[in-house]
């Protein structure tokens, strides 16, 4: 069974910055493509950024520029650096490993942005 352990969560101000960490357990990690999830109040959970295994990225339009995922296969540990942050940010942050036949989520870190 694999694990994914996310941390980082936390309140900031308008405008801050957090970086979000979500350890694996098991070997899977340099096989799988990582990525990040939100889910806001009341909405459904959408994709914010995903980091394949050879490197290459993808962002949700509304955190381009802002955000960025990086993974560290030798940690099995994949990151999540959110610059500028916005009220609409305010979510949990969910974790997700994506192999071929099977698919992990982590548990969840709440981010709140506010004044």
């Known amino acids: 069974q694999v694990q994914l352990v996310e941390s980082g969560g936390g309140f900031v101000q308008p405008g801050g910055s957090l970086r979000l960490s979500c350890a694996a357990s098991?070997?899977?990690?340099?096989?799988?493509?990582m990525a990040w999830y939100r889910q806001a109040p009341g909405k459904q959970r959408e994709l914010v950024a995903r980091?394949?295994?050879?490197?290459?990225?993808d962002y949700a339009d509304s955190v381009k520029g802002r955000f960025t995922i990086s993974r560290d296969n030798a940690k099995y540990t994949v990151y999540l650096q959110m610059n500028s942050l916005k009220p609409e940010d305010t979510a949990v942050y969910y974790c997700?490993?994506?192999?071929?036949?099977?698919?992990?989520w982590g548990q969840g870190t709440q981010v709140t942005v506010s004044s």
């Open positions: 980091i394949f295994r050879v490197g290459s990225t």
């Open positions: 098991g070997s899977i990690f340099s096989s799988a493509t």
């Open positions: 997700n490993a994506r192999l071929t036949l099977q698919t992990f």
